[in-house]
T-cell receptor
Framework: AQSVTQLDSHVSVSEGTPVLLRCNYSSSYSPSLFWYVQHPNKGLQLLLKYTSAATLVKGINGFEAEFKKSETSFHLTKPSAHMSDAAEYFCVVSAPAGGADGLTFGKGTHLIIQP | DVKVTQSSRYLVKRTGEKVFLECVQDMDHENMFWYRQDPGLGLRLIYFSYDVKMKEKGDIPEGYSVSREKKERFSLILESASTNQTSMYLC?????????????FGPGTRLLVL
């Protein structure tokens, strides 16, 4: 069994300041973890994924996430927010060989960027 | 680039109608998925398919069926639409095991059932 909790439904930051979107997971296995982004009226796009290689994962658009097994966390960060980062972000956990039905999506965090 | 297209961006149907949502991917992916997305609930898996004519139930299959006659096309069918099926529907595809493989999503179909 596995689950994922995104700790904030909404996060608001000013442009140019750091972004932190928090994600905690639970899994009976060594999980794979993903962050997806959804811009308004668009489908989801992969930001980055962790699949048991390096614990610090770099993704697109300057985002990165660190897998911390001891804290069961996979928080998403970016040093400096840009207006184009405003979107919905989803943390996803999967059993490593979980098959097509092995994904569990978080409920999403809405990132708001203040000018 | 992988492209996943969905037949409609917006759809309005009446209760009891039969509704077809079509999804096509152009990268020869084996796996295809249908999700619904509702505010505060994230994405929930309705059905998925790992090969032509193969289908598996996801977390919320009730009221839905699917068809995969060709590898590139995966259809979601609402046999008798109800108001509680008003939602955003997202199609996705992936190559190999979804546990480690990236899913590629279509733009979504926003369905309103009156």
């Amino acid at each position: 069994a596995q689950s994922v909790t995104q700790l904030d439904s909404h996060v608001s930051v000013s442009e140019g300041t750091p972004v932190l979107l928090r994600c905690n997971y639970s899994s009976s296995y060594s999980p794979s973890l993903f962050w997806y982004v959804q811009h308004p009226n668009k489908g989801l796009q992969l930001l980055l994924k962790y699949t048991s290689a390096a614990t610090l994962v770099k993704g697109i658009n300057g985002f990165e996430a660190e897998f911390k097994k001891s804290e069961t966390s996979f928080h998403l960060t970016k040093p400096s927010a840009h207006m184009s980062d405003a979107a919905e972000y989803f943390c996803v956990v999967s059993a490593p060989a979980g098959g097509a039905d092995g994904l569990t999506f978080g409920k999403g965090t809405h990132l708001i960027i203040q000018p | 680039d992988v492209k996943v297209t969905q037949s409609s961006r917006y759809l309005v149907k009446r209760t009891g109608e039969k509704v077809f949502l079509e999804c096509v991917q152009d990268m020869d992916h084996e796996n295809m998925f249908w999700y619904r997305q509702d505010p505060g609930l994230g994405l929930r898996l309705i059905y998925f398919s790992y090969d032509v004519k193969m289908k598996e139930k996801g977390d919320i299959p009730e009221g839905y069926s699917v068809s995969r006659e060709k590898k590139e096309r995966f259809s979601l069918i609402l046999e008798s639409a109800s108001t509680n099926q008003t939602s955003m529907y997202l199609c996705a595809s992936s190559q190999g095991l979804a546990g480690v493989e990236t899913q590629y999503f279509g733009p979504g179909t926003r369905l309103l059932v009156l």
